[in-house]
């Protein structure tokens, strides 16, 4: 899936990734465009500290500037009942926009999307954009996720991700088109709701809904636009007994899609828009102390990801994020917590379509002010509304370890804002868990999650074996010297996570930066450790899930179960073993390297790949069961980026071309 927008596609997009001129502007001197003396070319969208930008330049700046002249053929120029829309991932941290010398846009939030309608500015064949990014290297009050605000990385922060950092790209619309859609499923009562705006709405038009499960046709809507927004409820039959629900709702055993399209008719029948989607009958809950999937209790095993790579840092290929995800599925996780960074779209399409349960975290400020308050809540605001339709996302983290409120236990303020996120969390979405405050001194929230490292496996079944001794580890232990509970939050009746742990490092020999919570002299002794520490961990009778620290070594921290090259450091069975625990044999998804259960496998693995205006997400599950067991591009992770000539930053894209998504 190489669609930055996976949720909302049209067939012709043009990605302007690739050379761009760059200006680094260092102490932040220059303001006007016609000023500044672009003197050096970037690959987009890799940040100028990564290799793969070209520059490698790590140092302190304050702006960086951006030059790109677009060629437009008659395809792309919008006729008077058209627009053309300029799409930007995301930009660190400030963005101003100017189009054709005209200023357009100025969006502050460096994680979350943003997009133009540039047709007002458009007066020849050539669209100049320029964008000016903006992001203090020294600013402790903005979102920031793990990058460092010292000269070299230290400790657990990580080099700086400045300016553009994601896919910016452009599409041609319809001048009434459909703007956006969300999607939310209800297994209690079998129903999909689809909420979506339409920009424009000329009057009397009607919007057409096709939904699909593989070849049968589940719904043919056709109904009459009377308002810009539209909500429709649509009844599924409901085949009630579990065996025959089972081929419809999403799991990570049984990751069913149901495909969308979605078109936009004129008073007199005319096609203004068509987008194709997807989603998914699947519902999250809690009941009492337990975490429900589907309605039926659920045990999660997660890994923390911090979604780095040496050469790109916070960005990647849509491969790599494919590759990642089979990674995290073959090493016997269910689910993810993607840590400190909001994901690529795409890596959400693929945890969608090949069943990875996520836990979605806001990037944390570090001071507290009021800046940080309008700042953090803002740009989540745009996050959550980017990603609330991907059925992968169970659980919403938008405060993590006390970040941002670093004096929770002693300000009242504090403690209203992580409580004013969650509500704000619960009032956008209603239909996920939220967690308060990630790891410790937890106000409020739907979860109680712990980060412990201690090292003995024994002391942490003696903390969280069973629910009678959670009031003495609730009251008593004080992982990196900090309450769990506070301000009368009791948390007994909640589901409980260890939500960190292990974070055992791998060294064979001395490094002075290198590290991890604990030591491991080589891969033995790692799956030695791994092993004991897992067998502890599921006799947790107390525990709903874990999430072990980390996927992959990530600069100074060696505690990942992969390299930073994606290579892994036992032999991946050994560890996949481990982590599905001594249950595992009892379940036929044990035979299955992705965890798949045998009847999900058997009913995907031969089917011919649908039309991508079809679906988009058949022949991806299709190659990627194939692909196993014994597939290079899974048993050898390096595998997939090809020769020299597909390493990120040593050739970017071709020029402006219109660009058809590949299945």
């Given at each position: 899936?190489?669609?930055?927008r996976?949720?909302?596609?049209?067939?012709?997009?043009?990605?302007?990734?690739?050379?761009?001129?760059?200006?680094?502007?260092?102490?932040?001197?220059?303001?006007?465009?016609?000023?500044?003396?672009?003197?050096?070319?970037?690959?987009?969208?890799?940040?100028?500290?990564?290799?793969?930008?070209?520059?490698?330049?790590?140092?302190?700046?304050?702006?960086?500037?951006?030059?790109?002249?677009?060629?437009?053929?008659?395809?792309?120029?919008?006729?008077?009942?058209?627009?053309?829309?300029?799409?930007?991932?995301?930009?660190?941290?400030?963005?101003?926009?100017?189009?054709?010398?005209f200023?357009?846009?100025?969006?502050?939030?460096?994680?979350?999307?943003?997009?133009?309608?540039v047709?007002?500015?458009?007066?020849?064949?050539?669209?100049?954009?320029?964008?000016?990014?903006?992001?203090?290297?020294?600013?402790?009050?903005?979102?920031?996720?793990?990058?460092?605000?010292?000269?070299?990385p230290?400790?657990?922060?990580?080099?700086?991700?400045?300016g553009?950092?994601?896919?910016?790209?452009?599409?041609?619309v319809?001048?009434?088109?459909?703007?956006?859609?969300?999607?939310?499923?209800?297994?209690?009562?079998w129903?999909?709701?689809?909420?979506?705006?339409?920009?424009?709405?000329?009057?009397?038009?009607?919007?057409?809904?096709?939904?699909?499960?593989g070849?049968?046709?589940?719904?043919?809507?056709?109904?009459?636009?009377?308002?810009?927004?539209?909500?429709?409820?649509?009844?599924?039959?409901?085949?009630?007994?579990?065996?025959?629900?089972?081929?419809?709702?999403?799991?990570?055993?049984?990751?069913?899609?149901?495909?969308?399209?979605?078109?936009?008719?004129?008073?007199?029948?005319i096609?203004?828009?068509?987008?194709?989607?997807?989603t998914?009958?699947?519902?999250?809950?809690?009941?009492?102390?337990?975490?429900?999937?589907?309605?039926?209790?659920?045990?999660?095993r997660?890994?923390?990801?911090?979604?780095y790579?040496?050469?790109?840092?916070?960005?990647?290929?849509?491969?790599?994020?494919?590759?990642?995800?089979?990674?995290?599925?073959?090493?016997?996780?269910?689910?993810?917590?993607?840590?400190?960074?909001?994901?690529?779209?795409?890596?959400?399409y693929?945890?969608?379509?090949?069943?990875?349960?996520?836990?979605?975290?806001?990037?944390?400020?570090?001071?507290?002010?009021?800046?940080?308050v309008?700042?953090?809540?803002?740009?989540?605001?745009?996050?959550?509304?980017?990603?609330?339709s991907?059925?992968?996302i169970?659980?919403?983290?938008?405060?993590?370890?006390?970040?941002?409120?670093?004096?929770?236990?002693?300000?009242?303020?504090?403690?209203?804002?992580?409580?004013?996120?969650?509500?704000?969390?619960?009032?956008?979405?209603?239909?996920?868990?939220?967690?308060?405050?990630?790891?410790?001194?937890m106000?409020?929230?739907?979860?109680?999650?712990?980060?412990?490292?201690?090292?003995?496996?024994?002391?942490?079944?003696?903390?969280?074996?069973?629910?009678?001794?959670?009031?003495?580890?609730?009251?008593?232990?004080?992982?990196?010297?900090?309450?769990?509970?506070?301000?009368?939050?009791?948390?007994?009746?909640?589901?409980?996570?260890?939500?960190?742990?292990?974070?055992?490092?791998?060294?064979?020999?001395?490094?002075?930066?290198?590290?991890?919570?604990?030591?491991?002299?080589?891969?033995?002794?790692?799956?030695?450790?791994?092993?004991?520490?897992?067998?502890?961990?599921?006799?947790?009778?107390?525990?709903?899930?874990?999430?072990?620290?980390q996927?992959?070594?990530?600069?100074?921290?060696?505690?990942?179960?992969?390299?930073?090259?994606?290579?892994?450091?036992?032999?991946?069975?050994?560890?996949?073993?481990?982590?599905?625990?001594?249950?595992?044999?009892?379940?036929?998804?044990?035979?299955?390297?992705?965890?798949?259960?045998?009847?999900?496998?058997?009913?995907?693995?031969?089917?011919?790949?649908?039309?991508?205006?079809?679906?988009?997400?058949?022949?991806?599950?299709?190659?990627?069961?194939?692909?196993?067991?014994?597939?290079?591009?899974?048993?050898?992770?390096?595998?997939?980026?090809?020769?020299?000539?597909?390493?990120?930053?040593?050739?970017?894209?071709?020029?402006?071309?219109?660009?058809?998504?590949?299945?």
């Amino acid at each position: 899936m190489d669609h930055p927008r996976p949720q909302l596609r049209r067939p012709e997009w043009l990605n302007l990734d690739g050379q761009w001129q760059a200006m680094l502007d260092d102490e932040a001197v220059h303001h006007d465009p016609a000023t500044v003396p672009f003197d050096r070319t970037i690959n987009v969208p890799f940040p100028p500290e990564a290799r793969a930008s070209g520059l490698h330049d790590t140092g302190f700046r304050r702006r960086v500037w951006y030059k790109r002249i677009v060629g437009l053929d008659d395809s792309l120029l919008p006729a008077s009942d058209e627009r053309l829309m300029l799409h930007f991932g995301a930009v660190n941290h400030r963005a101003r926009v100017w189009i054709n010398g005209f200023f357009a846009i100025q969006h502050k939030g460096g994680h979350s999307p943003f997009s133009i309608d540039v047709t007002r500015y458009l007066n020849s064949h050539t669209l100049e954009i320029i964008v000016q990014a903006e992001d203090d290297p020294h600013d402790m009050h903005k979102v920031r996720g793990k990058m460092d605000w010292e000269l070299e990385p230290h400790s657990i922060w990580y080099p700086r991700t400045t300016g553009i950092w994601r896919t910016v790209w452009m599409e041609k619309v319809a001048y009434a088109h459909i703007a956006r859609v969300r999607w939310t499923a209800d297994v209690f009562t079998w129903q999909i709701r689809l909420d979506a705006d339409i920009a424009h709405l000329p009057k009397n038009s009607t919007l057409n809904v096709t939904l699909r499960l593989g070849e049968r046709i589940l719904v043919s809507d056709r109904c009459l636009m009377t308002e810009d927004c539209l909500s429709r409820l649509f009844q599924l039959p409901d085949p009630g007994i579990d065996d025959a629900r089972a081929h419809w709702m999403w799991s990570p055993e049984s990751p069913q899609l149901i495909d969308a399209e979605i078109t936009l008719h004129a008073e007199d029948g005319i096609v203004l828009d068509h987008v194709v989607s997807y989603t998914a009958l699947r519902t999250v809950s809690v009941d009492g102390d337990r975490f429900l999937l589907n309605s039926r209790p659920y045990y999660l095993r997660m890994v923390l990801d911090q979604g780095y790579w040496p050469d790109s840092l916070m960005v990647a290929t849509a491969e790599q994020l494919r590759q990642d995800v089979l990674l995290i599925k073959r090493l016997g996780f269910n689910g993810v917590r993607k840590h400190q960074k909001s994901e690529d779209p795409r890596w959400l399409y693929w945890c969608d379509v090949l069943g990875l349960c996520v836990w979605a975290e806001m990037p944390s400020a570090y001071g507290f002010s009021s800046a940080t308050v309008h700042g953090v809540m803002e740009e989540w605001k745009e996050l959550v509304e980017r990603d609330i339709s991907h059925p992968c996302i169970v659980a919403w983290v938008p405060t993590n370890e006390s970040w941002g409120v670093p004096e929770l236990m002693h300000d009242r303020r504090q403690v209203d804002f992580v409580r004013a996120m969650y509500h704000m969390t619960r009032a956008l979405d209603g239909t996920r868990p939220v967690v308060g405050n990630d790891g410790w001194e937890m106000p409020c929230g739907d979860f109680v999650n712990i980060h412990d490292y201690h090292v003995d496996p024994e002391e942490l079944y003696a903390r969280y074996g069973s629910r009678e001794r959670l009031p003495h580890t609730f009251e008593h232990v004080r992982p990196a010297r900090r309450r769990l509970v506070i301000d009368g939050f009791n948390g007994l009746d909640k589901p409980l996570f260890l939500s960190e742990f292990g974070g055992i490092a791998c060294m064979e020999q001395a490094d002075p930066k290198g590290w991890g919570y604990s030591v491991a002299r080589d891969g033995a002794e790692l799956l030695a450790r791994y092993r004991e520490l897992m067998a502890a961990i599921h006799r947790c009778r107390a525990l709903s899930g874990f999430c072990y620290t980390q996927l992959t070594d990530t600069f100074h921290e060696k505690n990942g179960l992969l390299t930073e090259e994606r290579l892994p450091k036992a032999p991946i069975e050994a560890l996949a073993e481990a982590t599905r625990g001594p249950d595992a044999r009892l379940h036929d998804w044990y035979v299955d390297p992705l965890g798949h259960s045998l009847l999900w496998r058997e009913k995907h693995a031969w089917k011919e790949p649908p039309d991508w205006l079809d679906s988009g997400t058949g022949a991806d599950v299709r190659i990627a069961l194939q692909e196993l067991p014994g597939d290079a591009a899974v048993a050898d992770p390096t595998a997939g980026s090809g020769g020299p000539d597909d390493q990120p930053g040593t050739s970017g894209p071709p020029g402006p071309r219109v660009v058809t998504p590949a299945r």
